[in-house]
């Protein structure tokens, strides 16, 4: 049984960073995507960030240039630093990865940025 565990949520003041891990056990399978994904109160979970086995990234428009994403492979693990955090940045985060033919997801961590 794969099981993701995510840690890293807080709250956190504009401005403030914060780092996400998400590490995967159980599994023998090779991970392609890790991703980390988002849901705001009221709205529809989001793409925020993905990571390819190779190292290809991929952002949402309202992250590039202030979150990044990598992975160790070694460890089946997926991090995302996030920087110069606002607001609108508050929701509960979930990371994602893909090991064909499976899908699996973490159970969310909350990332609150407030004053």
């Known amino acids: 049984q794969v099981q993701l565990v995510e840690s890293g949520g807080g709250l956190v003041q504009p401005g403030g960073s914060l780092r996400l891990s998400c590490a995967a056990s159980?599994?023998?399978?090779?991970?392609?995507?890790m991703a980390w994904y988002r849901q705001a109160p009221g709205k529809e979970r989001e793409l925020v960030a993905a990571?390819?086995?190779?190292?290809?990234?991929n952002y949402a428009d309202s992250v590039k240039g202030r979150f990044t994403i990598s992975r160790d492979n070694a460890k089946n693990t997926v991090y995302l630093q996030m920087n110069s955090l606002k607001p609108e940045d508050t929701a509960v985060y979930y990371c994602k990865m893909n090991a064909a033919p499976y899908v699996y997801w973490g159970q969310g961590t909350q990332v609150t940025v407030s004053s």
């Open positions: 159980g599994s023998s399978r090779s991970i392609n995507v």
């Open positions: 990571i390819a086995s190779i190292g290809i990234t």
